[in-house]
């Protein structure tokens, strides 16, 4: 069993569309006033001295170069930003292993992009709740937290759980937290959180049946004579 669920790119860039409508309100307004005093003084055939509409003329120019450079810049990380979420945030179900990853930050370190995230690693089983709200998706339960450089924190799925690039990450490094805290940029946040309480029950009944089943093979054999009795291996932990 395994899903992987990746960022909606145009729910990311709708977040960098609204910082730059906020960034260019004041500009707007700027020029919207001017524009109002030019109306009413040709309306109302004031004699306005030349000093003012040249004040006018400059502010418009410098309203009209600020909006422009605002938008270059936050076109080009925009385009920083969602190139690393791609690759870095993503929240993925394999077997019983909720792995979740999202971009922290990305830096500028010797002359190239060093991009930093956090990475959740939560057993299924101890997925406690799963909440939605306001755009933020919360993961109740025990898991190992870790907030570093993206490449320190390569990994492979095994068998076992997950063994990491560097292998002191495997039984170091992070810290345990009880409750993931994680942006919605996903197409459909509230399904996800569905997704994971399913597969969550679907594992839990899946070990429930495997102990009936291994219940049940035990008292089969106990139950059947054996020369040599039950193997030490087959016999269930002793309990004071």
Request: with cysteine; net charge positive.
């Amino acid at each position: 069993m395994k899903k992987t669920f990746h960022i909606n790119e145009k729910r990311l860039a709708s977040v960098f569309d609204r910082r730059l409508f906020l960034a260019n309100i004041p500009p707007m307004s700027l020029m919207t006033a001017l524009l109002v005093i030019v109306i009413i003084s040709v309306t109302a055939d004031m004699n306005i001295p030349s000093v003012i509409y040249k004040s006018i003329f400059y502010g418009t120019y410098f309203c009209i170069a600020y909006s422009l450079i605002v938008c270059i810049i936050t076109g080009i990380f925009a385009d920083i930003s969602i190139k690393a979420h791609k690759e870095h945030t993503s929240i993925e179900i394999s077997d019983s292993l909720l792995i979740i990853s999202e971009l922290y930050q990305t830096v500028r370190c010797e002359g190239k992009l060093r991009h930093y995230k956090k990475l959740w690693i939560i057993d299924l089983n101890d997925v406690e709740d799963v909440e939605y709200v306001k755009n933020y998706m919360i993961i109740h339960g025990k898991a190992r937290y870790f907030c570093q450089d993206a490449e320190w924190l390569g990994f492979e799925r095994t068998e076992n759980g997950v063994d990491f690039d560097n292998w002191w990450y495997d039984s170091n490094g992070g810290k345990t937290v009880d409750t993931i805290e994680i942006h919605d940029f996903y197409t459909d946040g509230e399904r996800i959180a569905q997704r994971i309480l399913f597969c969550r029950d679907k594992i839990a009944e899946r070990t429930r049946r495997r102990e009936e089943y291994r219940r049940q093979m035990l008292e089969i054999a106990k139950n059947t004579k054996h020369k040599r009795g039950i193997s030490e291996k087959y016999k269930p932990p002793y309990k004071r």
